[in-house]
């Protein structure tokens, strides 16, 4: 796996992993910040807290975040997490993926109860980091996520300009100052 995923990190593209996949972490190293460690929801044990986190940090020290705000809800409601997580590896965070995670761990749309809890953090995630959607909506309700998206991290700053591209069966929703999506 390793190996096929230098091809990727020879573009400079973040790539982004599951801690429980790292079994040598000799391995992953070379890859430095590219490596993007993402934080698990409750059905792993590992890397779902800040000091589970750290740990992963102290083993590829080089390594950043992919902060899953879904994930960090479900192992915290309250956000305590997510502002812990922020406030001490917030240097880290190369991309967040947002999205409403249910009982059964799926992405799901954001809804009024997620965006409040992801508005307590919103101002602590810089405006140039990438935020990829991770909501499973069907293409008619891509605009009304993107909206969500919107409200969830609304800072009281500009909002930012929609763009989409239609590439395949796959609609690009790219949007300016850090925002981006998929469905």
């Known amino acids: 796996m390793v190996e ?3 091809a990727v990190a020879q573009r400079g593209w973040p790539i982004v992993v599951h801690p429980d996949s790292i ?3 000799a391995l992953w190293r070379p890859f430095g910040k590219l490596i993007c460690i993402e934080n698990m929801d409750k059905r792993k044990p590992i890397a779902r807290t ?3 986190l750290c740990a992963w940090f102290d083993r590829l020290p080089e390594a950043s975040l ?3 705000l ?3 809800r479900q192992i915290d409601p309250t ?3 997510a502002y812990l997580i922020l406030r001490d ?3 880290r965070v190369a991309e967040v993926h947002l999205s409403e995670v249910n009982a059964a761990s799926k992405h799901e749309p954001i809804s009024y109860g997620a965006t409040l809890a992801y508005q307590q953090v919103a101002s602590m995630i810089p405006e140039t980091i990438p935020v990829i959607l991770k909501s499973i909506v069907s293409a008619e309700f891509v605009d009304d996520e993107i ?3 919107h409200e969830a991290l609304a800072t009281g700053g500009p909002r930012p300009r929609v763009r989409r591209r239609r590439s395949g069966a796959t609609i690009w929703i790219g949007v300016t100052s850090g925002l981006t999506c998929f469905s």
């Open 4 to 6: 096929k995923l230098q």
């Open 23 to 25: 079994h040598d972490d």
């Open 50 to 52: 800040r000091d589970e």
């Open 66 to 68: 992919c902060l899953d």
């Open 70 to 72: 879904a994930h960090v």
């Open 79 to 81: 956000m305590t997490e």
């Open 89 to 91: 590896l917030g240097n």
């Open 147 to 149: 909206e969500a998206a």
